[in-house]
Every structure is written in C-alpha cells, then in structure tokens.
C-alpha cells in the first residue's frame, strides 16, 4: 500500500489526515480509526507529509478526484503542478 492510498482509504472512511507545521500528522477523528489503519498512517508518516503538505499547499487536500488520481497512478501532486500548472485554460480542457 501506497501513502496516496493510505490517504485516499481515510478520506473515504470520513478521517481528515492533516500537518501540523512541526513535522507531525494529526488525524481526525481519530475515534473512526481502527489499529491496523493506525498502523498504516504510522508505517507511511514519511511519505505522508510531504504529500499531505503539498495538498495543503495547493488546497486540495479533501478533493476527492485529486486523491483518487493520485493513488492510481502513485503520483505527488507537487510533480503533476509543476509538469502542467492548472490555469483557467487548463482546467477548461481538463473538464472538456
């Protein structure tokens, strides 16, 4: 399992994985968390905050379509923006 689908799998069990600034992860609400999951946020801290953080960055830590794309293809977001920065014009073809 990828830190893209360590993400994806808690946005969708309704669990918020944030940064906090100081090099730690915060997780909320941590009560919908079960062990195994817990484990996995901990096995992957590495790779999550620097994706978390560019998805911060960029505002788009809770959409859905983003955290999907980037577990299928185990993508960084901060690599997809820097490849094709997002403008008005390139989201009116990206919708097209």
Do not use: W
């Amino acid at each position: 399992m990828t830190a893209q689908e360590v993400l994806l799998k808690a946005y969708r069990h309704g669990v918020s994985i944030t940064t906090d600034g100081k090099g730690n992860l915060r997780v909320a609400p941590a009560h919908l968390l079960e062990p195994n999951r817990i484990a996995k946020i901990k096995a992957h801290k590495q790779e999550l905050l620097p994706l978390v953080a560019d998805l911060e960055q960029y505002g788009v830590l809770n959409e859905p379509i983003i955290l999907e794309a980037l577990a299928l293809f185990n993508a960084r977001i901060a690599a997809v923006i820097k490849k094709a920065p997002l403008t008005e014009q390139t989201c009116f073809d990206l919708a097209a």
